[in-house]
């Protein structure tokens, strides 16, 4: 796990508890105290927690924290992988489908190249420029102020252009969801833009990794039951997916591919005959 994902993963723990133990990090991350050690002072320097004896205490709003675009990226990219296989099958050709601008979607974006006659509108710059090349596939981009630490087009020209369409499909993101409160996310610019995608939708898919839920960021998106069928991998409690479908969802759970370890070289059989 590279420094920057794991204090990441650090920062993430402190959101919801606020302090974190050295011990217990070092056996969650699976690194030594050393490790630990650095990563805390990196993130105490950058006014994020307070060092204190064994561990840290956090200093930052856990309902206004934003990750980096490049961080989001790496995080969970095996449960992303998984959950867009699964949400790749909700996407049928001829269909007019809104992506909207997260890690996960462009994971998903990733998957269409090779549909025909499919209509993808965006505000997502890099899912532009992940389908320039697909033959079959139609890309409308909503334009807007580009939110540079996520990667996201929003404001007035992004919510005109929404205001004047209406989608098979819509694809969003979620960063925080706590079933008895809702969606929310740290950007308020972000949750206005989610809100008016799902009105212009007729079908309402969220994809969510386990990490999501059972948080409340900063920005109130609307109340689960504005989705219609959500995503998400193996690794979410059973407690939030029963919520969920209780709720009225379709939750889909992807099963998350073991990542297959590095071939080893074997010189012994280099020289060998069969």
């Known amino acids: ?11 993430e723990i402190l959101t919801t508890q606020r302090t974190v133990n050295a011990s217990e990090l070092c056996a969650t991350l699976e690194v030594t105290p050393a490790t630990i050690r ?14 204190s004896h064994g ?8 309902t206004k924290f934003q990750p980096s675009y490049e961080t989001l990226v790496r995080s969970n990219s095996q449960e992303k992988a998984a959950i867009a296989r699964e949400a790749e099958k909700l996407i049928l050709d001829g269909d007019t489908v809104f992506l909207e601008g997260s890690t996960t979607v462009l994971e998903l974006a990733g998957l269409l190249h090779n549909r025909n006659r499919l209509t993808v509108v965006t505000n997502s ?12 596939v139609t890309v409308l981009c909503t334009g807007g102020d580009l939110q540079k630490d996520i990667f996201y087009f929003s404001g007035e020209w992004a919510h005109r252009a929404l205001s004047e369409i209406r989608l098979d499909k819509a694809v969003l993101g979620v960063s925080a969801i706590d079933p008895g409160y809702g969606i929310s996310t740290a950007n308020h610019a972000e949750a206005q ?5 799902a009105k212009a939708a007729k079908t309402r898919i969220a994809l969510a990794d386990h990490s999501k839920f059972g948080k409340q960021s ?16 193996s690794g979410t ?14 939750v889909i759970v992807a ?3 073991p990542a297959q370890p590095p071939a080893q070289n074997n010189r012994s059989n280099l020289n060998r005959r069969d």
């Open 237 to 250: 409690d059973a407690k939030y997916i029963n919520d969920l479908r209780e709720a009225g969802l379709e």
């Open 193 to 197: 833009l989610k809100k008016m995608i």
């Open 218 to 233: 900063f920005a109130y998106v609307g109340p689960v039951s504005d989705i219609n069928t959500l995503v998400t991998d």
């Open 255 to 257: 099963e998350v591919q």
């Open 1 to 11: 796990m590279l420094a920057e994902e794991r204090r990441f993963r650090i920062r």
């Open 55 to 62: 561990g840290a205490v956090s200093r930052m709003s856990s």
């Open 125 to 136: 710059p890099t899912i532009v420029c992940q389908l320039q090349r697909s033959p079959g």
């Open 38 to 51: 650095r990563d805390l002072a990196a993130l105490e320097a950058e006014g994020v927690l307070v060092r």
